[in-house]
């Protein structure tokens, strides 16, 4: 889950699994699985640095294993 804001302020928590795609519109948009369309303050960079951010805290083994050599 990625916390951002939404045009008029609000703290929305967003599912980073959902997401589709994100687009410079030019406000961020970001689409998700569900069609659901929403509109933030935060850049399209800022979004994807929140998605990397919250992976990295769920799966840690992953990037350790996917390093490993047999």
Do not use: W
Not at 54 to 70: D, E, I, Q, S, T
């Amino acid at each position: 889950m990625v916390q951002l804001t939404k045009l008029h302020d609000e703290t929305i928590v967003v599912n980073a699994e959902l997401i589709e795609f994100v687009e410079s519109t030019p406000d961020t948009l970001i689409s998700m699985t569900t069609g659901k369309k929403l509109m933030v303050k935060e850049t399209v960079e800022e979004v994807v640095q929140k998605v990397l951010e919250y992976r990295r805290r769920c799966f840690p083994l992953a990037r350790k294993a996917g390093n490993r050599r047999p």
